[in-house]
Each structure stands twice: as C-alpha cells, then as structure tokens.
C-alpha cells in the first residue's frame, strides 16, 4: 500500500457511506466490512470513551519476548512521530513506545496510556480492532477509522501468533500522521512481529528445558544437562535410532505426542515392525519455575546385544532422543522420548490430525466430474473432523458448467452435517447475500474469514436476524467461511460452523478449511469445465440426430438415446423415406466422446443420408462412407495437422433397406454389431451378417444380404453401449437381450422401454442408440404391374390400362395426370432404354409410377432451345410430379414419379 496522497476522498466516501450510500468500488474492501460492522455494532463516528482496563499482566511472556524488539524499533524511529503499540489478542494495550518522547507529554491517555481496549466491537476501525478482526496485517489510513479523533493518523499492524499453535498472542502496531506513510514499513513491521514470534517461541523452549531438568533431577541422573546437552533439549528423531527403523520411530513419535496430550500418569504398549513392541509411559513433572508437563519413556525389551546411543545436542519445543539408557533389573531398557507441556501434545496431535485430513481429501474428493456431488465430497471430508456442519453455495451459472463473477445470488448446493435437525436454509433454496455478510466478505477479498463468536457476528445476524436465532439455539456458535477459487474464477462459497467443541474456529481451523476449498475448487472447475463441455456436446448430439420420424408406412418405429455418463459420444440413428414405398434404418457409432465425436457424428449422417438419397445399395453406400472417412481422418489428423488433433479413429455402421411391397430387407454392416430379428411367432435371431470392417480403414469391400420378413416382423438396431459393460459379459447382455425380445406382441415404443430396462447398464460408459422398426406389408390391391416390349404402339394399352385400375382406386381426378406422366417415363425406355420393360403403379401415401427398363442410362432434365422437338418430357414430367428421380438396380434402373394425392385427387 503506498503513500495516500489525498484525504478527501476517504473522507467523502465514509460521509457517504454514513448517509447509506453506496461505497462500493471507492473503499477498500477490508475497510468497507469493517465499517458496516461498526454500523450494525451501532457505534457512532463520534464516539470517544474506550473501555479501559487494568486486568492485564504488564511483564507477561509477550510483554518480555516484544520489549527488545520494541526497544530496537523506538531507536529506529527516534525524533519521529511514531508510535509504537503492543495490543493482546483482545485488543487491550500492553505497551506503548514513541519516537519522540515529548508526544507523550502532549497526547491524550487513551493514545498513550496501556490498559484501554481498542477491539473494533469498542473503538471502531482501527489498526489493532481490524487485525484481529481480519487477522492478518493490514494498514487504516486518515478517514478510513471510523472513529473521528483517529483521523488525522494512520497505522500499519500485524498479528503476533504463538508459531506452536498459531493462536493470535497480540498485535504489533505502528501509528504515524497519514502524510507520513510509507512502503518500506510493511515489511519492516513484518520482521519485527517475526523476531517477536522467535522470542516467544524461544521462552517456550526454555520452559521444555525446565522440565527435562526436574525429570533428570527426579530420575537421579547426575548433574546438570547444561553442560552436556548445551542448553537445549534431545531432537526427537535421534530416539534409539540405531535400535529402530524410521516408520517404527514414526510410530513411536504419535503415540507420545498423543500421551503427553492427556496430561495424566499412563502406559501404552505400541506395536513395532517384526513382531517387536515398547511400552510408553507418560509422566506428569513440574519445573523449579511452577510449569507443569508431561515426560514420556520409552521401555524396550533388552537384547543381549543391544548398545545404546550416545546423546546428541538438538533443538524443538519438545525434549527427545536417547539420552540416557538403563538396563533394569527386568531386562527392559529405559530411554526418554518425550518432554513437553501437554499443550504441545495437543497441538501436535491436532497438525498430524489435519495432515491426514488433506491426504484423505486427495483421496475423497472430485471422484467424479459433477459439481454438485464434487461439492458433496467436501462437506463429507470436512465433517466431522474439522467442522460439526458444511453448507456450501453455489452459483446458478456454475452447475451449468458456466463461469460466474462475483454475486449475491446463490444456489443451495450441499448441507450436510452430525446431524439433520439444524434449520439451514435447506438444499436447493436461492440465498440472496447481503453485503454485511462473512459470505460476501470473503467473496470480496479472496481470503477465508473467521468469525469465533456467532453471537457477536452482526454482519451474519443481519442476514436474516430470526434464522440465525434459530441456528444459536442449536449451539452453532463458529464460523469459517471459504471462497472456492480456482483461476481467479469464483465458484462457491463453503462455510464451515462448529457446535459440539466449545472451543471457537481458530487460524489453524481456517487455514485448513482453506487448503480443503482450495483442493476442492480445483475438482469443482474441473467438473465445471466438463459439465460446459459435457452439456455443449449433448445439445450438438440432440441437434444433430432426427428430431421427429419421417411419415412413412412401411415400418411403425421407436427409438431412444442415451448419452454416456462420462461424456457424450457420436452415436446415431435415423430412418430415411426411400422411392418406391421403401424406408432406409441407419444406425451408426463413432469412436469416441466429447464435442469432436458428436461433430464427426454430424458429418456421417449427413453423408449417409446424401448417399441415401442417391439410391444406393448398402453395400456401395458404406464403400463411399469408407471412403469419406479416410479423406477425413487424413485431413484432421495428417501429418500437416497443427491443431492438436488426434485424428478420426473410426466409426461403426449398419444400414437396412426394406421395401414393403416385396417384403425383403437388404442389410449391410461395417464392424456394427449385429441386428435382431423377431418374428411374428415369438422366434428370436441375432442376424449373421456379414461383419465388414469399421468404417475408415479404407480398401476393404462390404457385403449385402437381402432376406425375406413376415409381416409384423421386428428388427432391432443398436449400438454397442447396450450390450457393453465391464461389469458384464457381453453374451450375458445378448442373452438378456433375446428373452426381453421374446414378445412380439408388445408395440416398438414399449419394446423400446424393456430392452432399456432390462439390458440397458445401471451407468452407461458409452453412448445407446437403440431403433426398433416393426415391419408392414403393401397390400397387392394397392399394387398394379404390367410387362410389355419396347414397342411404341403399345403406350396407349398402357395408359389406358393405368386410367382403369385408376378408377378401381377411386382416383378418376388423377388420370389425366398420370397419363401424361407414363406417357412421357415409357416413350423414353422405349426410345432410350433396353427391353424388358415393366410399368408399376403403387397406391400409398402418395401415388407412385415407376418404369423400369434393363439400360444403365439415366435421363437428365435439360433446357430445351425454342426449335428442339424434344427434351421437355422430363420437365413435364418435373412439373407434374412432386418428385422423381432415377434408381440403379441389378437388372438396369428405375425411373419413378411421386404425385400427391390430394393433388391428383
């Protein structure tokens, strides 16, 4: 934070913020929390008595440990307007120290005197107050305290923490005019409250000295450990280390910090490596000083060959190694393993704790790629280990896969705890944010916020007063709130509350909580990122697949598809109105998930359908899929590609041609596994086509099979995401398949509904396309046929024997029509084509005229010049009929017409 060169603008924005106007933007976050805590707190600016207090220990251990390094930093400052202060960790003044000692003559008693309280609940926003309040250094400049006798001043502050613990002990604080601020003294004031902290830390050792001295001096060892141990205790790590391998010391080392947490005359035998075991026994000791601790032996069976370590010199906090060894009497060797106070136990106990929290969230979190279940995962890892409950919110845009800003808007995702009774707002209620929260703190600033006291934590009672009455009631009474950060993207807030443990949420609870959100932001942008991707590819795949079922009625269809949990693939279906009454049933499979399957899967279907409409047979159509795949597959994934690509594996095909007029099917497969057929007895058959090879291998034929099917007759297309499962056999999955078929009365939408029920994996790792096509027949009466020569003469026979069966089929208002039309197709397979020639006229949903001829060739349509004599009987032809084209058989073509009837009627 650099120098603030104008005090206006603070000044006028908290003149506004008094007023209830919007500050947003122009203060810092820190200070703006911090103001609308002192307004909820009901403080006036105004305000000028401080509680004052004599209730304090002047020559305490943080007094002592603080006293050189305030002496150093007064010398530092000397003749300046500084003034220097050391507050408790409840914001009482220990001490205070100025650069120039007049000040004191001309300051008031409450920035002068020790003993008054500066808490933001008392004074305000002030240096020590929002220290504590945020924990962490921060600096108040001119009008940003809330109190107006601190305006003309500003402060840079620091916590001081026990480095055993990391409770806050008190808070170092620089005072200076405004105008005098200064970058260098952030870090300055950073090393200072360090070399505080090593003070502090050092007392703490020399307290473990004390009672390594009186456990010796009791033990009846023989003088004094200073000499031989140079003033500091035994390292841990050098217990019997010529005796035990490292993950026995380990094991040694818990289980003494565990005892010397219960503070009480014990024994515990701990089993070692290699069928060995030591009995630990814990001691209670008190030094020549009053401090009371623990010692903890260490009883070893002895083995005859068995020599103990000499001692060596090392520093902790707590006193270990192998010192001194007996033998006793029982053939058992003694060595000291701990000394400590059992505070130390408890907090080393509670680090290795937390430890093993972390690695079991690496373990228990982003199993999946879901937001919400990601979210779940933390709220049980969480609890009850570290907090009694976890609710976590999340924003609308994020389970949507989308990135989310800042926002007051949040979406109950997870509430979770050690029980159900507590009233949170429960899972899947919107919670709208107000400013004053610890949600929105936290959101602000980045930073995890701790609140120790619900009750005294106005900006959370203010959120909704009768809720949070409801919530104390149940004893919740400790709050961490975590923002879920990851790329600088917001995802979620979790908030972490106690109940059970009396004592309050501290800085080690929050950093933890932090280091778990932490963890879990990154699962949760993960499954974010997937979802956005996930939901992407499934809307191109819905897109992309029939949206309706044409009108047909050669085959009455069904249909489903379901996407793969893990990502959706290139999986297809589609049924495809061919000439003649015939109906086309495609199903294929690309290799592959995500966005670049369900677009190759586009670009196949497209073509399928464009080769459909060419007429060709199955065989041919999945030669020149073949082939389009190969092109593809060189072009994304050739040696010039620069993207990234990986290429186009394959894909899988199976493409059916059935014509209800003759009632045979002509299938083909490439690599596709194969079809069933029902029939109308009950009599189920896996098809024994042909496999073919996956498309995209290129230069490998294809071969068809053309087959007879009862009328009524089912066949059932599918991918390979219904047969396929690791969990499963795939002839278990055939055979489920077959009996769940064995009814061939049910219609194909509920054949549909069994065969997913039945067969269907519990959760799909591909894609399941599944077509269920029941076969129907044309009745001959709708079907008239007439073979004749290539003779011109007999054209007219043929209209004329058209326009009667016509009038058999009620559709007199269509002969005229229709006699031009064969009119026009037989004068030209009888100029043009190849003997036999043979006239059909079909009756379905439209009426049909096809001429078919043994020639290859194909009329096309052209534009004929005012003096040709010919070339419009095609375009007559075009305008007469709502479609015509030609298709190729074994024995020559087919030219066909399609009139509509209630055009012709």
């Given at each position: 934070m650099g120098v603030v060169g104008d005090h206006i603008g603070p000044v006028r924005s908290r003149d506004r913020f008094l007023h209830g106007e919007s500050v947003e933007g122009s203060v810092r976050s820190p200070i703006l929390?911090?103001?609308?805590?002192?307004?909820?707190?009901?403080?006036?600016?105004?305000?000028?008595?401080?509680?004052?207090?004599?209730?304090?220990?002047?020559?305490g251990p943080l007094v002592r440990a603080a006293g050189p390094v305030l002496d150093r930093l007064q010398s530092i400052f000397a003749g300046s307007q500084m003034n220097l202060c050391l507050a408790d960790g409840h914001g009482t003044v220990l001490q205070r120290r100025f650069g120039d000692k007049a000040l004191l003559r001309h300051l008031a008693p409450i920035q002068s005197v020790p003993g008054f309280v500066f808490a933001e609940q008392v004074a305000g926003t002030n240096g020590i107050g929002l220290t504590l309040a945020e924990r962490r250094l921060v600096q108040v400049y001119g009008a940003e305290h809330f109190a107006e006798r601190s305006q003309s001043s500003a402060c840079t502050a620091i916590p001081v923490r026990d480095q055993l613990s990391g409770r806050i002990e008190g808070v170092l604080c620089l005072g200076y005019p405004y105008t005098d601020a200064d970058p260098a003294l952030v870090p300055l004031v950073r090393r200072a409250a360090e070399a505080v902290e090593r003070r502090l830390m050092e007392q703490s050792s020399a307290r473990e000295r004390g009672l390594l001295q009186a456990y010796l001096d009791a033990d009846n060892h023989t003088g004094p450990i200073g000499g031989a141990l140079d003033g500091h205790p035994l390292a841990m790590d050098e217990l019997f280390q010529s005796e035990l391998d490292q993950p026995d010391q380990w094991i040694l080392k818990e289980k003494a910090t565990e005892l010397m947490s219960s503070a009480q005359l014990a024994a515990a035998e701990v089993p070692l490596s290699h069928g060995r075991w030591v009995t630990l026994v814990s001691r209670p000791v008190t030094s020549s000083s009053g401090v009371e601790g623990v010692v903890i032996e260490a009883l070893l069976p002895e083995d005859t060959d068995r020599h103990a370590p000499a001692p060596t010199p090392a520093h902790g906090p707590a006193a270990a190694g192998a010192p001194r060894t007996a033998g006793s009497a029982d053939g058992t060797v003694r060595g000291l393993v701990l000394v400590g106070?059992?505070?130390?136990?408890?907090?080393?106990?509670?680090?290795?704790?937390?430890?093993?929290?972390?690695?079991?969230?690496?373990?228990?979190?982003?199993?999946?790629?879901?937001?919400?279940?990601?979210?779940?995962?933390?709220?049980?890892?969480?609890?009850?280990?570290?907090?009694?409950?976890?609710?976590?919110?999340?924003?609308?845009?994020?389970?949507?896969?989308?990135?989310?800003?800042?926002?007051?808007?949040?979406?109950?995702?997870?509430?979770?705890?050690?029980?159900?009774?507590?009233?949170?707002?429960?899972?899947?209620?919107?919670?709208?944010?107000?400013?004053?929260?610890?949600?929105?703190?936290?959101?602000?600033?980045?930073?995890?916020?701790?609140?120790?006291?619900?009750?005294?934590?106005?900006?959370?009672?203010?959120?909704?007063?009768?809720?949070?009455?409801?919530?104390?009631?149940?004893?919740?009474?400790?709050?961490?709130?975590?923002?879920?950060?990851?790329?600088?993207?917001?995802?979620?807030?979790?908030?972490?509350?106690?109940?059970?443990?009396?004592?309050?949420?501290?800085d080690d609870d929050r950093a933890l909580a932090q280091e778990l959100a932490a963890r879990a932001a990154l699962c949760i942008d993960n499954a974010r990122r997937y979802t956005r991707e996930h939901t992407l590819a499934l809307a191109l795949q819905r897109s992309l697949l029939p949206r309706g079922l044409p009108e047909q009625?050669?085959?009455?269809?069904?249909?489903?598809?379901?996407?793969a949990?893990?990502?959706?693939?290139?999986?297809?279906?589609?049924?495809?109105?061919?000439?003649?009454?015939?109906?086309?049933?495609?199903?294929?499979?690309?290799?592959?998930?995500?966005?670049?399957?369900?677009?190759?899967?586009?670009?196949?279907?497209?073509?399928?359908?464009?080769?459909?409409?060419?007429?060709?047979?199955?065989?041919?159509?999945?030669?020149?899929?073949?082939?389009?795949?190969?092109?593809l597959d060189r072009e994304e994934g050739g040696d010039n590609a620069t993207d990234g690509s990986t290429g186009i594996v394959g894909a899988t095909f199976l493409y059916a041609i059935?014509?209800?007029?003759?009632?045979?099917?002509?299938?083909?497969?490439?690599?596709?596994?194969?079809?069933?057929?029902?029939?109308?007895d009950g009599t189920v058959t896996l098809l024994d086509l042909p496999a073919g090879p996956p498309l995209g291998l290129g230069g490998l034929p294809f071969e068809s099979v053309e087959m007879q099917l009862p009328e009524h007759s089912q066949l059932v297309l599918y991918t390979d995401g219904l047969i396929e499962d690791r969990?499963?056999?795939?002839?278990?999955?055939?055979?489920?398949?077959?009996?769940?078929?064995?009814?061939?009365?049910?219609?194909?939408?509920?054949?549909?509904r069994a065969v997913l029920d039945a067969v269907a994996p519990e959760h799909p790792a591909d894609d399941i396309a599944l077509l269920v096509a029941r076969t129907h027949a044309l009745p001959p009466d709708r079907i008239a046929t007439w073979d004749l020569p290539a003779d011109p003469a007999l054209v007219c026979e043929v209209r004329a024997a058209a326009t009667a069966q016509l009038s058999r089929w009620g559709l007199d208002e269509s002969a005229f029509a229709t006699e031009l039309l064969l009119s026009e197709l037989v004068t030209n397979a009888v100029r043009y084509g190849t003997a036999p020639i043979r006239v059909r006229l079909i009756r379905d949903r439209t009426l049909i005229c096809e001429v078919h001829d043994a020639s290859s060739t194909a009329p096309r349509m052209r534009h004929a010049a005012i003096t040709d004599e010919g070339g419009r009987g095609l375009f007559l032809v075009a305008q007469l009929a709502q479609a015509w084209g030609t298709r190729y058989t074994t024995a020559g073509k087919v030219i066909w017409a399609e009139c509509a009837l209630d055009a012709v009627a």
């Open positions: 929390s911090s103001w609308q805590r002192c307004r909820l707190l009901g403080l006036s600016p105004d305000q000028s008595e401080l509680p004052f207090t004599e209730d304090f220990d002047p020559d106070e059992p505070e130390v136990g408890k907090y080393a106990v509670a680090a290795r704790r937390r430890l093993e929290l972390l690695a079991e969230a690496s373990n228990r979190i982003g199993t999946t790629l879901d937001v919400a279940r990601t979210a779940w995962e933390l709220a049980e890892t969480a609890v009850p280990r570290l907090a009694d409950f976890v609710t976590i919110d999340v924003p609308e845009a994020v389970l949507r896969g989308e990135e989310s800003g800042p926002t007051t808007e949040m979406h109950r995702t997870v509430v979770h705890g050690i029980r159900e009774d507590c009233p949170f707002y429960p899972v899947g209620e919107q919670v709208t944010l107000r400013p004053t929260t610890p949600h929105m703190r936290c959101q602000a600033t980045g930073q995890p916020v701790l609140e120790p006291d619900l009750r005294a934590a106005f900006g959370w009672i203010a959120q909704d007063p009768e809720h949070a009455e409801r919530l104390l009631a149940h004893n919740i009474h400790s709050l961490i709130t975590v923002p879920l950060l990851a790329r600088g993207v917001l995802l979620g807030i979790a908030s972490f509350y106690r109940s059970q443990d009396p004592a309050p949420f501290g009625d050669a085959v009455e269809v069904a249909h489903r598809y379901l996407p949990e893990s990502g959706v693939g290139g999986d297809w279906f589609d049924v495809i109105p061919l000439s003649g009454t015939r109906v086309a049933l495609l199903v294929g499979d690309v290799v592959g998930h995500g966005l670049h399957a369900a677009a190759t899967m586009g670009r196949l279907r497209t073509a399928a359908r464009n080769f459909a409409e060419l007429e060709l047979a199955p065989d041919e159509l999945l030669t020149h899929l073949d082939n389009l795949m190969v092109r059935y014509d209800p007029t003759s009632q045979t099917c002509t299938m083909a497969r490439a690599g596709h596994p194969p079809p069933v057929l029902v029939l109308p969990h499963r056999d795939i002839d278990v999955a055939l055979a489920a398949l077959r009996r769940v078929l064995a009814d061939p009365d049910r219609a194909p939408e509920d054949t549909c």
